[in-house]
């Protein structure tokens, strides 16, 4: 069977990532839309090798023409088409955060929970609304679930360093424009971000709030609890770098029962959607730019805590347009049709 499939925000990064990955991976499609905002409608985009689409406008698009609609094009477009999209009878995987922490939306990540799309296939009233988790949540819930299967993980601390592309296209060029201008001996002038990102780290991403923490460290904790185990405590201290894709992870985790280092890192290899990269040697790890373009979740620098008898502290890199956002809808939208949509 063949689905016809709208993608939302297909002019920008992680939707054109979205067309690519639906046309790698040979998805059922029959027909897909690419869809954007008015000013972006009768331009071209690629879906696979050979194909242009063009671009229709979004706000007209009629929902009941498509099955599955995946959605990158921001929390406020979503939070006021998503709903009417999902009432038309197309299902939505939105990519925003409009929607992640409503009760009757689950938030997946497929490798982590995705038998919840079972229950949701099951319910007839529903609102048709897939969350999709945030870049830096859906890599760490793929390492943390062999590991808390094995271990039952209590406590979760994580530095995050995260790439440019999270906040979208204008974030990358302003890194190239701004390095360029360094080299040049132009002003630098931050638009997108709140100091200069050439040559440094910004430990700011997203609002602060009234605790001090900032909405993305909050998001690491609500969608870990929501997504893998209510359990779980996770504190997160997340930190934009000058670097284009690829998001980077320093995990340390503390477990009920005792850690063996051998068993984990047997865990991770066979673990779905991770791959082990631990050499204890120059060049035995991964970083960002190696996993640019890959699918996978690497996991570098395994090794036991010496300060806890349950701790393992590790390091975790994945491709933030793809693990941690366009892969992982295509992935909710094959685990839909695998489970009987």
Not at 228 to 244: G, K, M
Not at 334 to 341: A, P, Q, S
Request: a negative charge; one cysteine or more; hydrophobic letters at 40%.
């Amino acid at each position: 069977m063949a689905y016809n499939v709208a993608v939302a925000g297909a002019t920008g990064a992680v939707g054109r990532e979205m067309l690519q990955t639906l046309a790698e991976r040979n998805f059922p499609v029959k027909n897909v839309h690419a869809l954007a905002s008015k000013g972006s409608v009768g331009r071209e985009v690629s879906y696979g090798e050979d194909k242009e689409l063009t671009v229709e406008s979004l706000d007209q698009f009629d929902f009941s023409k498509v099955d599955i609609a995946l959605f990158s094009a921001g929390g406020d477009v979503s939070k006021a088409i998503a709903p009417k999209a999902g009432a038309a009878g197309a299902i939505v995987i939105d990519n925003s955060s409009a929607f992640r922490m409503d009760e009757d939306v689950p938030l997946i990540v497929p490798e982590v929970n995705g038998h919840v799309l079972d229950a949701f296939l099951k319910e007839k009233n529903h609102r048709n609304i897939i969350a999709n988790p945030n870049c830096s949540t859906a890599q760490l819930v793929v390492a943390l679930k062999p590991l808390h299967e094995l271990f039952t993980i209590k406590r979760v601390v994580v530095s995050t360093y995260q790439a440019v592309s999270g906040a979208g296209k204008a974030a990358m060029d302003e890194l190239f424009n701004q390095t360029r201008g360094v080299y040049v001996n132009e002003p630098v002038r931050p638009e997108n971000f709140t100091k200069e990102i050439a040559f440094n780290v910004i430990p700011h991403i997203d609002k602060f709030m009234d605790d001090g923490f900032t909405k993305e460290e909050w998001k690491m904790t609500a969608e870990t609890k929501k997504i893998l185990d209510p359990a779980i405590d996770l504190v997160a201290h997340c930190v934009r770098v000058p670097v284009f894709i690829g998001h980077s992870e320093a995990v340390f985790i503390e477990c009920e029962k005792p850690m063996d280092e051998n068993k984990a890192r047997d865990a991770l290899r066979q673990a779905e959607g991770v791959v082990v990269v631990d050499h204890r040697a120059d060049e035995g790890y991964v970083t960002p730019k190696e996993c640019a373009g890959e699918d996978a979740v690497y996991i570098s620098r395994l090794r036991q805590d010496p300060t806890h008898k349950g701790g393992l502290v590790f390091w975790c890199v994945s491709d933030n347009l793809r693990k941690g956002a366009a892969l992982n809808s295509v992935q909710i939208a094959e685990e839909l049709v695998k489970r009987g949509l």
